[in-house]
């Protein structure tokens, strides 16, 4: 069970970027899958959520900049993050919740079970 998160970089104020995770080794379609993210010094914080079914959650922080999407044929997450703002910028990564029920996005860190190893987003002002 692997996942891979890709796609971080340095953005100034304003801009846009793609964020992917990619998973392998098991059947991807049955996971919730969260975007979490890490500022230097703070808390971790919950990003963006998608069921199984494709529902989605996102933090309030960033509700009408962020879209979080998934294609199961690929095994892919997506999160389209626009308007990007300084405090914008940290450490992304990317959870599997393979216990999740259909429709639910679960929001609490504890109950996702895979982890990828993170991408640096850096928004410049």
């Known amino acids: 069970v692997q996942l891979q998160a890709s796609g971080g970089g340095l953005v100034q104020a304003g801009g846009s970027l793609r964020l992917s995770c990619a998973a392998s080794g098991w059947a991807f379609s049955r996971a919730a899958v969260g975007w979490f993210r890490q500022a230097p010094g703070k808390e971790r914080e919950l990003v963006a959520v998608?069921?199984?079914?494709?529902?989605?959650y996102y933090a309030d922080s960033v509700k009408g900049r962020f879209t979080i999407s998934r294609d199961n044929d690929r095994k892919m997450v997506y999160l389209q993050m626009n308007v990007l703002k300084p405090e914008d910028t940290a450490v992304y990564y990317c959870?599997?919740?393979?216990?999740?029920?259909?429709?639910?996005?679960?929001?609490?860190?504890?109950?996702?079970?895979?982890w990828g190893q993170g991408t640096q987003v850096t928004v410049s002002s």
């Open positions: 998608v069921s199984r079914g494709s529902t989605t």
């Open positions: 959870a599997a919740d393979v216990n999740a029920i259909h429709y639910t996005t679960p929001q609490d860190p504890d109950l996702y079970d895979y």
